[in-house]
């Protein structure tokens, strides 16, 4: 009897019966039938999808009309009271995809408020961006702060912060009959795959909160417009950041861009994915080997690594842009065509 170390241990022959008294394994298929039984699957039948060469989203380029969709947003204002939605909000939905993506991995929605107005006061872990569209009398109260909501002003909701969202009527001082819209930007796709999402409401409608002229969590229009014309050449963009040079926060970052009357954006394929909102002007984006037309209050999107490039019609053009780079960059897969693959590399 050969001898048998203390490290070395008998391997059991491969059973060529299932313990059930099945025929034998004797082909591919006769093994793969056999796998269900003990739920694994084979690596190689499914190397090419799991492992593939080029990125693969699953959703598609699309864009979201506002002037088709915001007399829906008005009638659900006069239909859906405020008792009845916590938020009023129709969904920005990829038509490769449900609720709640836009992107694979970005979560767009317009958002209504109507005069004398709360929506409910709640927090939740998930981040949000708002671009205010239009509307005049708006607000916002953010962990104690209330600013008001300007039309193209950028407002920043950080996880777990408790917030409201509010508008003032006629006969109060800055308000008015017409409703407040903005469009909300959230990374929700992400507690899809990581699924530990809490959402708490408040025991009121509004969170004790007081009037502040301004704020960290706001960003000015004008201000951002003056570094836009500030930068030189006929496209320009100029990043959301917090005020110690940070994004705006760790899953989501925003951007607006200036690109000039007939000219065109430098053309980009990352692995970021993007929602643009058209803040002014007219003109159109070439994704992939997709034309999209566009104009002032459009909404479009751009899934991962998907050319693209933005041309403006005979007028200057602005745009808004929110996106997933800050997430991607801090787990080690951001990438952009052109980039030597070489850096990519981590070394231990």
């Not at 969904?91 to 609720?99: D, G, I, T």
């Not at 917030?163 to 109060?172: I, L, M, P, T």
């Amino acid at each position: 009897m050969p001898h048998i170390n203390e490290t070395t241990q008998a391997i059991p022959a491969v059973p060529t019966k299932q313990s059930n008294g099945a025929a034998k394994i004797t082909t591919q298929e006769d093994l793969l039938k056999s796998l269900q039984g003990v739920n694994v699957s084979p690596l190689w039948a499914q190397m090419a999808r799991l492992n593939p060469a080029l990125p693969n989203p699953t959703t598609i380029p699309f864009i979201w009309e506002y002037d088709r969709i915001r007399p829906y947003l008005l009638h659900a204002g006069n239909l859906i009271k405020e008792e009845q939605a916590e938020r009023r909000v129709l969904m920005l939905v990829n038509p490769e995809k449900s609720a709640p993506y836009t992107t694979d991995t970005l979560y767009a929605g317009l958002q209504l408020v109507m005069p004398r107005e709360t929506a409910p006061a709640h927090r939740h872990s998930a981040f949000a961006v708002r671009f205010i569209i239009e509307g005049q009398g708006g607000f916002t109260a953010v962990q104690g702060r209330r600013v008001a909501m300007k039309p193209r002003d950028v407002l920043v909701t950080p996880p777990w912060n408790w917030h409201d969202h509010g508008k003032k009527g006629a006969g109060e001082e800055g308000g008015d009959d017409s409703p407040v819209i903005w469009l909300d930007g959230l990374d929700l796709p992400e507690f899809v795959h990581f699924p530990v999402h809490f959402n708490e409401h408040y025991s009121e409608s509004r969170y004790p909160a007081k009037d502040a002229d301004d704020s960290p969590i706001v960003f000015h229009w004008d201000k951002v417009e003056a570094k836009l014309h500030a930068e030189p050449g006929s496209w320009a963009a100029v990043p959301y950041l917090r005020e110690n040079g940070e994004e705006i926060g760790r899953t989501i970052g925003a951007l607006a861009e200036r690109l000039e009357a007939g000219c065109e954006s430098p053309a980009v394929r990352e692995t970021a994915s993007s929602v643009y909102h058209v803040i002014e002007g007219t003109g159109h984006s070439i994704i992939g080997d997709k034309k999209i037309s566009w104009k002032q209050g459009d909404t479009f999107c751009i899934p991962a690594w998907h050319k693209y490039q933005h041309f403006a019609d005979g007028k200057r053009v602005y745009l808004y842009r929110f996106h997933d780079k800050p997430m991607l960059q801090a787990l080690g897969i951001y990438r952009y065509e052109g980039q030597d693959p070489e850096t990519l590399a981590v070394v231990y």
